[in-house]
């Protein structure tokens, strides 16, 4: 048994989508504010908490919701239909809830098989936040509502006083008059938006008791979490090492004859130090008796210690770090970042063993171990250190199956749901990511999920194979930024951020992620690109050349040459001449159903007192320098690569000056990186012009990101 996938319908952000959950391990991923955290709290809400703030309405409903509240109010007499929970159905929050179930656990689910012609597969349960009596609700809304709004005609007060709207009314009183309530869905249609019908009766009581375990890691934002428990903030190993005692260890609770000699040594020592307790605090206690006390009828002093079996435990010091033979440090002085993955995987450890009925939390006869647990861990990195992010994320689900009934056992299944903002803990686990898409198109920010493992179609799985490789062995940042900008070498990826920094400041405040792959390899990343809707874009080379003799050339309009570079030949604009490239205007550079550009080297003008002339750099370093000529010029002591440019930029006939400076950087024993390192170290990046091509590349993708910014409305939980 194991949860197929959800559908989250008006719970915030998440107007509605629908989300598959991996076999083992499920990690949503997404830039900020897309929606991660809104699906871990509907799950947490649905599932765990069950209580609702009227923020948890996806917000635009709220309106629809309010001028229904209006039409109570305005009616004499309200019309059944004015009464019926179909009229606030459409807007209430939902979860559903899709369950693969083998024919050999049918009885645990024999209270929510839809029919009697079902005989295993997919059962679907709708989880709906509705009111618990539409009437009590209608009526108890009119009554404050008519009382404060007489009250503030009497006293001739524009001001209004609560409830101003039914949301107002049901900010105070919605958790008073809605409940969660349980439906039974078609099995035959998973995939479908589902209305119930007439006919469909809530189920009783909580139909996922005895089926679903639930247990929680709550993020430590260290704000406010409204899903966080108080009981959570205790987090340092030696009270999780003590709450699992008293748990699962305690001999004191249904001691057995294993226990037995322990509980008698502590008996023994109890009375010993009473003894010797009394002994020692019989001078002072008769003191007392000059002040008559004890007198008549008050009792006198005996001093008993309570020794518990886990009072060892108590202490901050009670766990220690052995460093040799004979010493040791309190856990506190160990690494943070160690402390708290320790202490996380303690918490699985725990959650595993409950689950289990390890210990003296055994089973009993009418208690039955669910068959299915649910873990969810919110932001893991918000715990540990970068360094122990993938150390955890490798070892998480490994330690929730590490008991004698779990291991490969088909008969208890684990889920583990990681919401993360970390490329530490998406590394390595393609498949099981689920990217939440933001779409500010619409009045109110919604988000769509993507299954990563779907991006790909069956022709494209060596595409596939290269983009998982690419993408762990560079980062996984991809998934978390605003935007993404490809480069062709590392020379632009070494200078870009300070071109961003210097000259496109929105740029430089928001989340681009920087990929060097390449102009041959750029298109390969398209059908991720495309499929996320990735605000994109690629900054490449012209790689012309002569379609005679299919060699590098310098660029030149009228001479027939072509691009070789795969991604303006075959993404976009799938052009191949080089005149039609050079030509192309700057909104042909665009995608035209996709935030998705290109830029490559353009025409420069240059000019001297000899004169102007048209130039067409071939790579970015050309184009840097010509565009850049009068600093280079100045630059003294360089070496290599760079000390050849500084020669060139000094050059007074121009023509020779683009042509040597293109045969130097097409030389194959130029060092780019080098040359880009050399330009830090020798002259202050903020002095440098962006190349043109680069620059109007930048200033797009900025302008993108404002229209995002601009509709975007802030989430402080994700």
């Not at 060892?312 to 040791?328: N, W």
């Not at 699985?348 to 861990?377: C, Q, S, Y």
């Not at 919110?378 to 689900?397: G, M, R, S």
């Not at 179609?457 to 993408?471: A, D, H, S």
Request: net charge negative; with cysteine.
């Amino acid at each position: 048994m194991r949860i197929k996938s959800i559908q989250i319908q008006n719970f915030r952000k998440l107007h509605s989508c629908q989300i598959d959950f991996s076999e083992k391990e499920t990690i949503f991923v997404g830039a900020n504010n897309s929606g991660k955290t809104t699906a871990m709290d509907a799950l947490i809400t649905f599932l765990k908490t069950k209580s609702f703030k009227t923020q948890d309405f996806t917000l635009s409903n709220w309106k629809n919701l309010n001028e229904i509240g209006e039409d109570w109010i305005k009616a004499t007499e309200l019309k059944e239909e004015q009464k019926s929970v179909k009229l606030l159905e459409p807007y209430l929050p939902i979860l559903d809830l899709w369950i693969q179930v083998n024919n050999s656990e049918l009885h645990y689910v024999s209270h929510i098989i839809p029919t009697l012609d079902w005989n295993g597969g997919l059962l679907g349960v709708r989880l709906r936040f509705e009111p618990k009596d539409m009437d009590g609700l209608i009526q108890e809304f009119l009554s404050h509502y008519n009382k404060s709004n007489k009250l503030s005609q009497e006293k001739g007060k524009d001001f209004k006083l609560w409830p101003k709207s039914f949301w107002n009314f049901c900010e105070r009183k919605l958790n008073t008059h809605f409940t969660i309530r349980t439906y039974l869905l078609d099995p035959e249609r998973p995939n479908e938006k589902q209305e119930l019908a007439e006919n469909n009766i809530a189920v009783d009581g909580d139909v996922l008791k005895g089926l679903v375990k639930i247990d929680v890691i709550n993020a430590q934002r260290g704000f406010s979490d409204a899903n966080s428990e108080a009981t959570d903030n205790n987090k340092n190993l030696s009270s999780q090492l003590r709450k699992y005692y008293n748990e699962h260890l305690d001999p004191e609770l249904e001691p057995n004859e294993e226990d037995f000699d322990a509980l008698e040594s502590i008996d023994k020592a109890k009375n010993t130090f009473n003894e010797n307790l009394n002994k020692r605090f019989q001078p002072s206690l008769l003191e007392l008796e000059d002040l008559n006390y004890p007198g008549f009828g008050n009792p006198k002093i005996q001093l008993s210690t309570d020794v518990s079996t886990s009072d060892g435990l108590q202490h901050e010091s009670a766990v220690k770090y052995l460093i040799d033979k004979e010493l040791s440090l309190p856990e506190k002085y160990n690494g943070l970042g160690y402390q708290n993955l320790i202490s996380i995987i303690y918490k699985l450890i725990l959650f595993r063993d409950k689950w289990m009925r390890v210990g003296k939390n055994a089973i009993t006869e009418e208690d039955i171990i669910e068959p299915l647990h649910l873990v969810l861990i919110e932001e893991p990195e918000a715990h540990l250190h970068a360094q122990v992010q993938q150390v955890f994320i490798k070892k998480a689900y490994d330690v929730l199956r590490n008991s004698e009934n779990l291991k490969d056992k088909k008969e208890f299944t684990t889920q583990l749901i990681i919401s993360t903002h970390s490329s530490y803990i998406a590394h390595q686990k393609f498949e099981s990511l689920r990217y939440f898409k933001r779409n500010n198109s619409n009045a109110l920010p919604t988000s769509e999920v993507i299954s990563l493992k779907s991006v790909f179609g069956e022709k494209e799985k060596e595409t596939e194979k290269f983009v998982i490789r690419y993408l762990n062995t560079t980062h996984n940042d991809i998934f978390f930024a605003d935007a993404v900008i490809l480069v062709e070498g590392p020379a632009e990826r070494i200078l870009l951020p300070h071109f961003i920094k210097n000259e496109n400041c929105l740029l430089d405040n928001c989340y681009v992620t920087i990929l060097e792959i390449g102009g041959s390899h750029a298109h390969r990343l398209r059908p991720l690109i495309e499929r996320l809707e990735l605000i994109c874009l690629v900054i490449t080379d012209l790689d012309s050349i002569n379609p005679i003799d299919n060699k590098k050339c310098q660029p030149q309009l009228d001479k027939g040459y072509k691009t070789n570079n795969d991604t303006l030949k075959s993404w976009h604009p799938k052009i191949e001449p080089l005149d039609d490239l050079l030509n192309l205007n700057f909104d042909d550079k665009v995608k035209k159903d996709l935030p998705i550009r290109v830029a490559y080297q353009t025409a420069i003008e240059i000019g001297n007192d000899s004169g102007k002339i048209i130039v067409h750099p071939y790579t970015f370093e050309d184009a840097l320098v010509i565009e850049n000529r009068e600093i280079f010029k100045t630059l003294a002591d360089s070496t290599g690569l760079l000390k050849k440019m500084v020669e060139v930029s000094n050059k007074t006939d121009l023509a020779e000056l683009a042509k040597e400076a293109y045969t130097i950087i097409n030389d194959k024993q130029a060092k780019k990186a080098e040359f880009a390192l050399d330009v830090l170290y020798f002259e202050d990046p903020k002095k440098i012009k962006t190349p043109s091509y680069i620059k109007e590349g930048l200033d797009w993708i900025e302008e993108q990101l404002k229209g995002s910014k601009q509709g975007l409305i802030i989430n402080t939980n994700d």
